[in-house]
């Protein structure tokens, strides 16, 4: 008995030696330099400092064109916009694409402000600091819910919307990855293991596909991986499940204004069409359009369709 107890503690000292490691041999950031090769459109990449804050975003077409700004979702980067961010420029738009608050390349502030009116707020200052007065505003699931509060918040600024996959309440928090995210203490220690692996990373972004997982390929995973291996990348997802707070999103849904565009999987396994309907209910004059055989993230799987739907909608 007592032999097992040594081999129990022995097992049990090697874990936690093990996981002490992972987490002091993280780098503390994205290194641009390092990765830019693998950044897709790396050669758009523009880099501006907001009050100490510095941000990563990419911007196509020519500067006197409608401004189109893509919002991507929660753990992403402007790597979500790969696949249509040339198209829109050509397409007849200055588009700007931009990683949020503590992800991709921009700065990732222990003490930042990670919530939905926060991330909302920098978007602001960005548009301030390209002397953008008005723009259409595209937002894909998490990012979804910040474009419809620059709408409530900004209504000034936003010329239309276009809403993906939208985050509207608090109902993703229920997925066990997100439970782990938000648990005190506990979820400290696990969720930088889980961010960080390449493993679990390829098998969530497989999940977003629906049946065309096959537009996934490693280049792309290691894009988004890069990141996601950041402590300071790790600290801000941690810190937004925790800040989460969507549920204004449907209860104001009926306030937004502005001419609305609604594009949603019909199979999206993170965000329910269930509530892209109610969004449509909501939402004054939007109009919800429904990709076929489509999970999560349309303008990947269907980038021409979607690039042609922005399109016509802004014009």
Not at 41 to 54: A, N, P, Q, T, W
Not at 85 to 105: K, N, P, Q
Not at 226 to 250: D, F, K, Y
Request: a positive charge; proline letters at 4%; aromatic letters at 8%.
């Amino acid at each position: 008995m007592k032999k097992r107890y040594l081999i129990a503690g022995g097992a049990t000292a090697a874990a936690t030696l093990a996981i002490t490691a992972r987490l002091l041999t993280r780098p503390r950031d994205a290194d641009w330099d390092k990765n830019r090769e693998v950044v897709f459109h790396s050669d758009h990449s523009r880099f501006i400092d907001l009050d100490g804050l510095r941000v990563h975003y990419q911007e196509a077409g020519d500067v006197a064109a409608p401004p189109l700004v893509l919002i991507h979702g929660f753990g992403s980067s402007t790597l979500v916009w790969s696949k249509v961010f040339l198209d829109l420029a050509t397409a007849g738009f200055r588009v700007i694409a931009i990683d949020m608050l503590g992800y991709g390349y921009s700065g990732k502030p222990r003490k930042g402000e990670y919530t939905i009116d926060g991330q909302a707020r920098v978007l602001m200052q960005l548009l301030d600091r390209l002397s953008i007065e008005r723009a259409v505003i595209v937002g894909s699931s998490y990012g979804g819910a910040v474009a419809a509060t620059c709408a409530l918040d900004y209504p000034d600024r936003v010329e239309k919307l276009v809403l993906v996959g939208t985050v509207s309440n608090n109902r993703p928090l229920d997925f066990t990855l997100m439970r782990v995210f938000g648990a005190p203490l506990v979820g400290d220690v696990v969720s930088p293991l889980l961010i960080g692996s390449r493993r679990l990373l390829r098998m969530r972004m497989k999940r977003v596909y629906d049946r065309h997982s096959w537009v996934l390929d490693e280049r792309r995973v290691d894009a988004r991986h890069q990141p996601l291996r950041a402590a300071g990348t790790q600290r801000a997802m941690i810190r937004t499940v925790r800040e989460w707070n969507a549920e204004r999103i449907s209860r104001d849904a009926h306030l937004i204004q502005q001419p609305t565009l609604l594009l949603w999987g019909e199979n999206d396994r993170e965000i329910p069409m269930a509530d892209g309907e109610r969004l449509h209910a909501e939402i004054p004059g939007s109009r919800l359009i429904v990709f076929l055989n489509c999970g999560h993230l349309p303008h990947e799987e269907y980038p021409e369709a979607f690039t042609r739907l922005v399109r016509d909608f802004v014009s």
